[in-house]
């Protein structure tokens, strides 16, 4: 009976051995394959986490590019558009240089024209309104007066418009140069006096006017013509019968050069 019980217990023993050592090596392999499962998702995380980095770093990356692009087009079309403007707005000023100075140009200031002759000479004409004024001479305030000025009596004249000053030697040099015109005879090789170069031009003839004054009709595209007596008049004393441009004072070296010869 002893050997008997001794036995079972053995075989008992053995059994609980082999079901612990079964249980154990189930445990272990559960925990490895928990372990292994753990480990490929962790990889398999991590796999993912990376690759979405990557794909976001890439994303950014080429947003920045287009950005950067986007940028530089921008700039290189702000750039070709003010090259073009500032070539634009040089040409059209070089043009505007280059028609104040060929002859003919116009511009008016005001009550004031000026007539481009060369690329150093002008005309100024000013505005005489039209209206009435006392044409001829009285008698009683001018002891000079001739008799075919008499008597002083009123005109009407359209407005018109009249050189500011006498033609001067230089603007006439002008006309004589542009289409070989008459010099008078008293320039030298057919140039002005250089010391006087803004006198009043002399010595020339009627013809030597009229011709003078078809050439800057051509050039400006608008009748001018020698001022009638009339007009002439006007624009000389004023409207008001005065003697002289500055009333009745006799002149003198301080109102104008003159000369009792």
Known sequence: ITQVLAA????????????EEKAR???EEKTRREAEEKAQRETEERARNEAEEKAQRESDEKAQLEVEE??????AARAKREAEEKFKREAEEKAQREAVLRPGFLRR?????????????????????AGEFEMGSDPQKDKEAYSDEQPQHHVTLREYWIGRTPVTNAQYASFVQAVSGHAPNDWLNGQPPVKKLYHPVVKVTWQDAVNYCKWMSTLVGKSIYIPTEAEWEKAARGTDGRMYPWGDQLPDASICNFSFR
């Open 8 to 19: 079972q217990q053995e075989i008992e023993e053995l059994a609980r051995s082999k079901a």
């Open 25 to 27: 090596r189930e445990t």
């Open 70 to 75: 986007k940028a530089r087009r921008e700039t």
């Open 109 to 129: 200031v005001d009550d004031r024209i000026f007539i481009r002759l060369d690329k150093d000479q002008e005309m100024e004409f000013v505005r005489i309104p």
